[in-house]
């Protein structure tokens, strides 16, 4: 292929890692000097995708390998031989057992194509047998596949070594076509020799078949004794050969029966390890919907990967609200001493000077395994050195947790007890979960933010209904548009309180203790209107002005106002003040009111305008005339209040001139029957002065 016209799968994952592994056991044999790692460097391998024998690497990738091999070694048929000592190699083990499984050479080379998947994604290989020990096989490369004649010569060797596993022979080889030399497909003609105990099983065969004919011709020329004693012979040998072919196929059969049950050992293995892999994920997820709080969560999550996966160590390191930092928050298989030395140290974002591996993953959010601390010292800090031989690290994995492109954290697992070798599949495995575990993350914060609005929004609206009724509150955050300058003409009773004496009695008191006082006394108040369904308006020093009916409209608040009043009355009986118990009035009246939001854009309060307020306040005014009346209401009120229990308690006082109004107002005034006697509520010295 041209320079002009390059390869499509250059950087494709076409090759199994099985394959340069028999190459690194074959040079490590046959080349120790030769330094490995120097070479995977070059070929920008790594040890840990070595030891994945489920990674893949690119065209790219091998040819770099080979071409340092060969100058290195300086052996240009070392694929050759590389290949056929992959019977014997350790890293084609899987493979060497599936092959033996097939029992004969003949039926390993007819499935040659399904060995031939296991190592290579770059050809198609077809299978036809031509003769007895002898077959075919076409290797056809895919579409856009620039392989190179090194490549082929390894296959030849592999080839070759295929017979070997059953007749510890190397088999014969004919090339008639190859794509290194202008053809469509490399053809392989393979010869193999016949295996020991199917020779000798052919040879009892054939012995006893001419044993037989030779018997029967005998007989007619010997005498019986002889005759006999020739049958004899040949039984003894044939049952030799029998008995010998036998014990060779037995040797095979427990050979191919031993390799088998390492197939299946391994698979189980494997199966286990998917099946904790899958549970591990289901897992995660129950914790994603089981926990909100974060610590609980990772903490299930750390668990989960203790119990499913294969690592000594892991743990977590969440990044601080302002991202200058990532802390370690919870992990497994550290010692108390080793924990203690994580949560002592922070990884910072913000200095420059911070090279250790967690930041770099956090910050490029590309994962990170390293098969040997000593190859990365160079590259970071000195306190990342020092902190690594602190907690004891050899190799480790540290993957980013990433939502949405935003990092959250890292998670990390190294092993120092079992010295297993990491791999890539590890690292595919973790990398897979980091975002399920930040999306856990996200979930978590969320949740979190949700119930802090939510208790924000609490706190809120406590400290608003101190200044709003609770109903306007509602309206607005239901709504979300209400109007705050719309009024509403409404149907109200409004009360008028004012406490008798106050303003001589409180000059012999402190500042402090007046205010508490007014605010002890004004609580019990706005309790007893609360439970009458009304709020209380605004404050007037040492009265207020409350109002039922508005803003949510209720029938009956004529006869809820009366009954707060006498509560309020009998309530403040039993309070002293200045030695003696507490005297106020109370005005109540009945009519229309415009209730709403009044003010400016800047500063506004909800209350309620109009000749009912005015004239509720001026009845208040005349407790101070008719003192044997602490409430008194217009005739709005008592006509209201036809039925209530107290109505006939209720004294007409006739017609008053009040101020702020030409004309007279009738006015009714409420006197209790019953003289309530100082009760143990004056045991409450917040509602007592002497």
């Keep these: 292929m041209s320079q002009n016209n390059p390869p499509k799968k250059l950087d494709d994952p076409l090759y199994n890692s099985r394959i340069i592994k028999n190459y690194l056991e074959y040079t490590k044999k046959q080349y120790p000097e030769v330094d490995i790692n120097s070479m995977l460097s070059y070929a920008a391998i790594t040890n840990y995708e070595l030891e994945d024998q489920g990674h893949w690497l690119t065209q790219r990738q091998v040819d770099r390998f080979h071409d340092i091999l060969v100058k290195k070694t300086g052996n240009p048929n070392i694929s050759r031989e590389v290949g056929r000592y992959a019977a014997s190699s350790k890293a084609s083990t899987v493979v060497k057992?599936?092959?033996?499984?097939?029992?004969?050479?003949?039926?390993?080379?007819?499935?040659?194509?399904?060995?031939?998947?296991?190592?290579?994604?770059?050809?198609?290989?077809?299978?036809?047998?031509?003769?007895?020990?002898?077959?075919?096989?076409?290797?056809?490369?895919?579409?856009?596949?620039?392989?190179?004649?090194?490549?082929?010569?390894?296959?030849?060797?592999?080839?070759?070594?295929?017979?070997?596993?059953?007749?510890?022979?190397?088999a014969k080889i004919e090339q008639p076509t190859c794509i290194h030399r202008g053809d469509d497909a490399c053809r392989y003609i393979i010869t193999w020799e016949k295996t020991t105990s199917l020779m000798w099983r052919r040879v009892r065969?054939?012995?006893?078949?001419?044993?037989?004919?030779?018997?029967?011709?005998?007989?007619?020329?010997?005498?019986?004794?002889?005759?006999?004693?020739?049958?004899?012979?040949?039984?003894?040998?044939?049952?030799?050969?029998?008995?010998?072919?036998?014990h060779l196929e037995k040797r095979d059969l427990t050979r191919n029966l031993d390799a088998q049950g390492d197939v299946a050992k391994d698979l189980l293995d494997e199966i286990n390890i998917r099946y904790n892999d899958a549970l591990l994920v289901k897992e995660i997820g129950q914790a994603t919907s089981k926990f909100m709080d974060i610590q609980r969560l990772l903490t299930s999550v750390m668990h989960a990967m203790q119990r499913r996966l294969d690592f000594d160590r892991g743990g977590i390191w969440l990044a601080n609200f302002d991202k200058t930092k990532i802390c370690y928050n919870v992990g497994y298989g550290y010692d108390r001493e080793v924990e203690e030395i994580l949560r002592k140290s922070d990884f910072h974002l913000d200095s420059p000077h911070s090279r250790g591996p967690a930041v770099q993953a956090f910050k490029q959010q590309q994962p990170l395994l390293v098969s040997d601390v000593t190859e990365i010292k160079s590259d970071i800090s000195m306190r990342s050195v020092e902190f690594i031989k602190g907690i004891g690290v050899q190799s480790f994995i540290c993957v980013p947790i990433v939502y949405?492109?935003?990092?959250?954290?890292?998670?990390?697992?190294?092993?120092?007890?079992?010295?297993?070798?990491?791999?890539?599949?590890?690292?595919s495995l973790l990398t897979g979960i980091a975002p399920q575990i930040a999306i856990s993350i996200h979930n978590a914060i969320s949740y979190q933010r949700i119930q802090e609005g939510k208790e924000r929004e609490e706190n809120l609206r406590k400290?608003?209904?101190?200044?709003?009724?609770?109903?306007?509150?509602?309206?607005?955050?239901?709504?979300?548009?209400?109007?705050?300058?719309?009024?509403?003409?409404?149907?109200?009773?409004?009360?008028?309180?004012?406490?008798?004496?106050?303003?001589?009695?409180?000059?012999?008191?402190?500042?402090?203790?007046?205010?508490?006082?007014?605010?002890?006394?004004?609580?019990?108040?706005?309790?007893?209107?609360?439970?009458?369904?009304?709020?209380?308006?605004?404050?007037?020093?040492?009265?207020?002005?409350?109002?039922f009916g508005a803003p949510e409209p209720l029938d009956n608040h004529p006869a809820m106002a009366?009954?707060?009043?006498?509560?309020?009355?009998?309530?403040?009986?039993?309070?002293?003040?200045?030695?003696?118990?507490?005297?106020?009035?109370?005005?109540?009246?009945?009519?229309?009111?415009?209730?709403?939001?009044?003010?400016?854009?800047?500063?506004?309060?909800?209350?309620?305008?109009?000749?009912?307020?005015?004239?509720?306040?001026?009845?208040?005014?005349?407790?101070?005339?008719?003192?044997?009346?602490?409430?008194?209401?217009?005739?709005?009120?008592?006509?209201?209040?036809a039925g209530h229990p107290c109505h006939r308690e209720i004294t007409n006082l006739g017609m008053q001139q009040i101020r702020g109004k030409k004309d007279k107002l009738e006015a009714f005034g409420f006197r209790p029957l019953k003289d309530n006697p100082l009760s143990p509520f004056q045991t409450d010295r917040n509602y007592m002065h002497s």
């Design 97 to 170: 057992q599936y092959a033996l499984g097939f029992m004969t050479p003949a039926a390993a080379y007819w499935v040659v194509k399904n060995i031939a998947s296991r190592l290579t994604r770059a050809h198609t290989f077809e299978s036809r047998r031509i003769g007895p020990e002898r077959v075919e096989i076409t290797s056809i490369p895919k579409h856009g596949v620039a392989e190179k004649a090194y490549q082929c010569d390894n296959r030849m060797g592999q080839l070759e070594a295929l017979s070997r596993l059953f007749t510890n022979k190397f």
């Design 404 to 427: 949405e492109k935003e990092s959250l954290g890292v998670l990390f697992v190294d092993n120092i007890k079992s010295k297993q070798p990491l791999s890539q599949t590890d690292l």
């Design 562 to 641: 009366f009954n707060a009043a006498d509560k309020i009355l009998d309530m403040s009986g039993k309070c002293i003040l200045g030695g003696s118990p507490m005297s106020i009035g109370i005005g109540l009246h009945t009519g229309l009111a415009i209730v709403g939001n009044i003010g400016s854009e800047s500063k506004m309060e909800y209350t309620a305008v109009g000749d009912t307020i005015n004239t509720a306040s001026r009845l208040q005014e005349l407790t101070k005339v008719f003192h044997d009346f602490p409430i008194i209401m217009s005739r709005s009120a008592w006509e209201a209040l």
């Design 463 to 547: 400290l608003f209904e101190k200044y709003l009724p609770a109903p306007i509150i509602k309206q607005y955050l239901d709504s979300g548009n209400m109007d705050l300058f719309r009024g509403d003409e409404l149907a109200i009773t409004a009360i008028f309180l004012d406490i008798r004496g106050f303003t001589s009695c409180s000059e012999n008191m402190e500042v402090r203790e007046t205010v508490s006082f007014l605010n002890d006394y004004f609580e019990r108040c706005s309790h007893i209107i609360s439970e009458g369904n009304g709020h209380i308006n605004k404050f007037t020093g040492d009265g207020f002005l409350a109002i």
């Design 205 to 246: 065969n054939y012995f006893t078949l001419c044993a037989i004919v030779v018997s029967g011709v005998l007989f007619f020329f010997l005498p019986l004794i002889s005759w006999l004693a020739v049958i004899f012979l040949f039984s003894s040998v044939t049952l030799g050969l029998s008995l010998y072919s036998e």
